[in-house]
């Protein structure tokens, strides 16, 4: 069976009964973060409410950006003793404890390790072994010890939160929203994607699982419908390089060094959390299956559908009502995961 890379994406905001409703739309398209990003707000709302968001997301990258010289986690891995901001101290607390949550399958010091592969410059190599020892010597996310608002970290380790920067990101510019009297939005920063309300037609939101090896954006595996809900993807396939006949892929797995390999093509996670989401689309890649399907067990605040490099798909019980197999994929069959 093929292997399926999957992208997620918004399909037209029609209702399956094809019955749409026309509300005026606004939109705005971004660059930060090193992605794409699109607001969409329906209804008669509040016309700044777009250029806030902008401005928002502008000062976050500002703020958490591992290359930017002025930013705070740039301060901070420099080793340099740092005065966090709110947004910073609320994203490093949510992040710390998502770290604890998954027994590290999410551990945001993992930085020195993802730069050693190449990863963060594009000038991609598979590190030898003792390289790959030391680096992880510095990995320990329980190490990070904040004293009041002020924050040094141990000699050598560095700190990446592009596991939950767009997913906080996300949230806030979807509090942003709701505080202006907005119930109908779509917000996508590049993979997050989160959604306010119904659809423009009231019916739930349909959102994609895409297939890429298609030829066309409509060329999809499945469809998950949702409102007021953050749906994220994660994969190997969205940054990777050949070595010597061999993938890798940029998910590193903190306890090993090497890129998570338990049988996984791509995570999507379903929360009215897009931080949530965000964290967790990373953290169950590198649980793997069986393990994802434990912690799922342990909460209430997620679901996922998980896609295997053999093209299996395994989806949570939450939302097997709404999750569907769509065109060609239609004849394939998928595992629910019960509690």
């Known amino acids: 069976m093929k292997t399926l890379r999957i992208f997620s994406f ?4 029609l209702s399956l009964s094809g019955c749409a409703v026309s509300l005026p739309e606004q939109s705005k398209t971004l660059l930060a973060m090193d992605t794409v990003m699109n607001l969409t707000i329906y209804g008669d709302t509040d016309d700044t409410a777009l250029s806030r968001a902008e401005d928002l997301i502008y000062e ?3 703020l958490l950006s591992t ?3 002025q930013s705070e986690l740039y301060a901070l891995n420099q080793g340099e003793s740092v005065t966090l901001s709110p947004p910073v101290r609320d994203v490093l607390d949510q992040a710390l404890a ?8 999410l551990d945001i010091t993992i930085y020195p390790v993802v ?4 990863f963060t410059t594009s000038t991609y190599q598979v590190p030898d072994r003792d390289t790959l020892s030391a680096l992880l010597e510095r990995v320990d996310y329980s190490q990070v010890h904040l004293t009041g608002d002020t924050l040094t970290l141990p000699e050598g380790m560095e700190l990446d939160l592009g596991a939950v920067a767009k997913g906080y990101a996300s949230d806030q510019v979807a509090g942003l929203f709701r505080a202006c009297g907005i119930d109908c939005a779509q917000i996508d920063l590049g993979g997050s994607i989160q959604v306010l309300g119904n659809s423009p037609d009231g019916d739930p939101w349909r959102i994609g699982i895409r ?6 954006a409509e060329d999809y595996v499945a469809v998950v419908e949702t409102a007021d809900q953050a749906v994220v993807t ?3 396939y969205e940054r990777n390089f050949e070595q010597d006949g061999v993938r890798y ?3 590193i797995d903190p306890s090993t060094g090497y890129p998570a390999d338990h049988g996984l093509a791509s995570v999507t996670v379903i929360s009215p959390s897009a931080t949530l989401a965000d964290a967790l689309s990373t953290a169950l890649f590198v649980m793997g299956r069986d393990r994802a399907a434990e912690y799922w067990r342990s909460r209430d605040d997620f679901e996922f559908v998980l896609i295997g490099e053999d093209g299996s798909i395994t989806i949570s019980q939450g939302i097997a009502d709404s999750f569907s197999l769509a065109g060609e994929q239609g004849s394939l069959s998928f595992e629910v995961i019960r509690r």
């Open 67 to 69: 290359t930017d010289e």
């Open 98 to 105: 998502l770290c604890s949550d998954t027994g590290g399958a």
């Open 249 to 251: 892929g940029h998910i």
């Open 60 to 62: 976050l990258e500002d």
């Open 10 to 13: 918004f399909l037209a905001v």
């Open 234 to 236: 994660s994969g190997m």
């Open 211 to 216: 297939d890429p090896e298609g030829e066309s």
């Open 115 to 118: 730069r050693a592969w190449g």
